[in-house]
T-cell receptor
Framework: ETGVTQTPRHLVMGMTNKKSLKCEQH?????MYWYKQSAKKPLELMFV???????ENNSVPSRFSPECPNSSHLFLHLHTLQPEDSALYLC??????????????FGSGTRLTVV | AQTVTQSQPEMSVQEAETVTLSCTYD???????LFWYKQPPSRQMILVIR??????QNATENRFSVNFQKAAKSFSLKISDSQLGDTAMYFC??????????FGQGTRLTINP
């Protein structure tokens, strides 16, 4: 399997639930990202991981908790979400070499609905 | 700070026509990359074309080509002989160095039969 794979594709959760989104990349990239895509809003960068280390947290509420156990896997743990957190969550990976980033490869996203 | 602006929220053309999507950007760097991504209803963000700022020649990929005007900070996408499968959201994006990818607001393109 190649590319960036996200599971699940769809998720409906209550505000008191705890769930996790999973992202896996098979491209040998060294950086991974979480983006949030809401209707009629630009894509919002949430988290950046370089070589498994978090290098950016874009003022994301603590009810979103990322985890990067290795450079191929990225998780987004969710708890006590709000209805306004309903969105498409996109994972991406990229290769950073010599201080240059050549562009991202995206997964198909998880459509999250908070009820 | 980097910014990317797409001024056309929606466009529609007939199949086989040529369509041009506009994008302007702002960056303080001299070396950067520009991208056009396509997001069809399947939701996956697919890379359409990439332009390196230090290259003067416009990038082309089959029916897709760009008009890169570095001085004007403009990066438009031309789709020739448009097909029904080109219907999607199109995002212009910019990255400089090792920094994060910054997206425009997107243009919803509809190709009509």
């Amino acid at each position: 399997e190649t590319g960036v794979t996200q599971t699940p594709r769809h998720l409906v959760m209550g505000m008191t639930n705890k769930k996790s989104l999973k992202c896996e990349q098979h491209l040998g990239h060294n950086a991974m990202y979480w983006y949030k895509q809401s209707a009629k809003k630009p894509l919002e960068l949430m988290f950046v991981y370089n070589f498994k280390e978090q290098t950016e947290n874009n003022s994301v509420p603590s009810r979103f908790s990322p985890e990067c156990p290795n450079s191929s896997h990225l998780f987004l743990h969710l708890h006590t979400l709000q209805p306004e957190d309903s969105a498409l969550y996109l994972c991406a990976s990229s290769q950073m070499t010599g201080g240059l980033n050549y562009g991202y490869t995206f997964g198909s996203g998880t459509r999250l609905t908070v009820v | 700070a980097q910014t990317v602006t797409q001024s056309q929220p929606e466009m529609s053309v007939q199949e086989a026509e040529t369509v041009t999507l506009s994008c302007t950007y702002d960056t303080s760097e001299n070396n950067y990359y520009l991208f056009w991504y396509k997001q069809p209803p399947s939701r996956q963000m697919i890379l359409v074309i990439r332009q390196e700022a230090y290259k003067q020649q416009n990038a082309t990929e089959n029916r897709f080509s760009v008009n890169f005007q570095k001085a004007a900070k403009s990066f438009s996408l031309k789709i020739s002989d448009s097909q029904l499968g080109d219907t999607a959201m199109y995002f212009c994006a910019l990255i400089q160095g090792a920094q994060k990818l910054v997206f425009g607001q997107g243009t919803r393109l509809t190709i009509n039969p």
